[in-house]
Each structure stands twice: as C-alpha cells, then as structure tokens.
C-alpha cells in the first residue's frame, strides 16, 4: 500500500505569514507552540500576535526542548516552526512525535524541507515524520534572508538532477522502485531553477515553488529518492566527519550542490564513456554565489576525499558512487573535476 500525504495549504507570496490567522481558521487549529531561533523570533512574534500562542527556544538541542516545554508549556494544539532548516525540522520532529498538526513558514529558502516528510537529526541521519499541514512561504521575509542561504537553496535544487539519475539507476540495476511522477516532478524543480538561475534574488518565488514541489515528489515517491541520491551521501558524510574531526560543516545545500558537480560528472563518464567537469552544474553554482569547491566551503581537502571515500557507506541506497572504486579514485575524481586543486 502507497500512501501519499500532501499539505493541505501552500500560501506563497509577499506579507503571506499574515494569512496564519485565516490558515488556522479553515484548518480548525487553536494555540500553536512555535519554534523559533533567536534570529527569527521577530517573524514568531508576528505569528503570535495573529494567533494566540507561545514561543520556544529552537537553538537548543532537540532533548533540551522536551525538557523545557514538558516544564512550561502546556495546553497547546498544533506546532508551528518559524525559522530556518533547522529549527523546522526541530518543530517537525517534535510535532511528529507527539501526534500534533505541524504548520512550516520559513523564513529562508535554504533548502527542501520546508515541506517534506522528512527531518534531519544530525550527523548525516534523516527520519520519516509527516508533510506540513501547511506551509506559508512570506516572499518579503525569504527574499530579505542572507545571500548564501538563498544559493544553498539553489544548490538543493539543482541536486535534484543527480538525485533522479541515480534513482533510475537504481531502477536499472537492483530492481528498485521508481515513480516516473515524483521523478518527473523532481527533474522539474531542479530544470526551473537552472534555467532561471540568473532571477533567483529577484523573484525567490521560483526557488520556493522549486523547494517545495520538491518536498511534494519525496511525499508522492513515499521515500526521499526523487531528491537526494549520490549528492546527499556525499554532504551527510561532511556532516558525519564535521562531528568526528571538529571542523565546521558548510551548508547542507552548499554541500549538496558540490556533491552534484561531483556526481553529475561521473554520470556523464557512465553515459558517455568520456571524462568531463560538470561543468553545467558548477557554472550555474557560480552564477548564484555558490560555492564550488573545497576551498569555498574553508573545508579541508582532506577531508573532503575522505567524505567521497565513506559515502557509499553513509546509507544503504545504491547511486553512482557503487560504480567507481572511490577508496582508490576519490582524490582523483576531486581533481577531475576541480572540486580540490
């Protein structure tokens, strides 16, 4: 059995946050906790003058928060997160563990759980929760976030591409799933963007819309296929040996978006049997102020060979990196296609 959960409400524009009032209204939802971060406390402040509710601290960690709402908080029907990536899958984790509603307003479009069903935990891991019952995308609040946010957000986007080529793969060769729509869809996102890479400041509606039909193919494929393949492997490991060596982990869709250069290029070896850069990817990286290799995220290219070494490892999901003997090739492959120099 497939069963596909899907927001209800998807309000996207200019002053949208204020249309929370008329969302909990038609969605029958009373006194929200929100979830905020010092730094977007002043968006939860306006959440809560249009709908009665209180405000927790999301910039502790996830066992810190159940600590301090089970001590202050009570009385409270739907989670609502205001913030960034982080402090969106914090609310959705915990929305998801206590059977509540869960309402997304980010107030960055940096990257495509803003409307999934999935939520990072840290150190590479991701877990299955539910879709946002809604999602209220404030066009002002998003285009007014930090650039680099922005273009991590593009990079998530554009990872889409790899992410359907391995899953085809996949298909191919183990036999597993794939949902042509959700791939479709996925493909879409990551084509609209690229091809409108140079109107992503001045109209972050199409990196929203891009985010969230992205969130809307993993709730359709049932898994986070459709939208992360070799490329997320590659930005978990990061994540994974940020925490072992201490160093600081770039944005996850910065480390995506290299993770693409890295995986489009060795499809493009697969498909054609010839060597190229990935060139395409990293071009439209580099138009958007993306990062585009080691030295543009201050990570050490050692550690960047060793994060290309342990993907394949990071989860059993079969992609491009269990076609190329990455323990012997990956200082290699960094070189070919200048993601170290």
Not at 52 to 67: F, H, M, P, Q, T
Not at 93 to 120: C, E, M, Q, R, V
Not at 189 to 205: G, H, P, R, W
Request: glycine residues 6%; aromatic residues 8%; hydrophobic residues 40%.
């Amino acid at each position: 059995m497939h069963k596909i959960e899907l927001p209800r409400k998807v309000i996207i524009g200019e002053g949208a946050i204020y249309e929370i009032k008329n969302i909990c209204n038609e969605l029958n939802l009373k006194s929200p906790l929100i979830f905020s971060g010092n730094f977007t406390k002043k968006f939860a402040d306006i959440v809560c003058s249009e709908v009665r509710g209180k405000v927790v601290s999301a910039d502790n960690e996830l066992n810190e928060i159940n600590a301090e709402i089970n001590k202050n908080f009570q009385n409270f029907g739907f989670v609502c997160g205001v913030g960034g990536g982080s402090t969106i899958d914090k609310a959705k984790i915990y929305a998801f563990n206590n059977k509540l509603p869960f309402i997304s307003i980010p107030t960055a479009a940096s990257h495509d759980g803003i409307a999934s069903p999935y939520a990072s935990i840290g150190g590479g891991v991701s877990v299955k929760t539910n879709s946002p019952l809604a999602v209220i995308a404030d066009t002002t609040i998003i285009s007014n976030a930090p650039k680099n946010l922005t273009a991590s957000g593009f990079g998530d986007a554009v990872s889409n591409f790899t992410a359907v080529l391995d899953w085809k793969l996949a298909r191919d060769e183990k036999k597993e799933y794939f949902g042509d729509y959700a791939a479709s869809l996925s493909n879409m996102s990551a084509e609209i963007v690229l091809q409108n890479s140079d109107k992503i400041f001045s109209d972050i509606s199409i990196l929203v819309e891009a985010l969230i039909s992205s969130s809307v193919a993993m709730a359709i494929a049932g898994s986070s296929r459709p939208s992360s393949g070799s490329e997320h492997l590659f930005s978990h490991a990061l994540d994974m040996l940020s925490e072992k060596y201490k160093f600081k982990q770039a944005l996850h869709g910065e480390q995506c978006g290299i993770g693409t250069i890295i995986s489009s290029y060795l499809h493009e070896i697969i498909r054609t049997k010839t060597k190229r850069s990935g060139k395409k990817i990293r071009d439209a990286l580099k138009d958007v102020g993306a990062p585009v290799n080691a030295k543009e995220i201050r990570i050490d290219e050692k550690y960047v060979i060793e994060a290309l070494k342990f993907a394949p490892k990071v989860r059993n999901r079969y992609t491009i990196f269990n076609k190329f003997n990455l323990e012997r090739d990956a200082e290699k492959i960094l070189n070919e296609c200048k993601v170290i120099e």
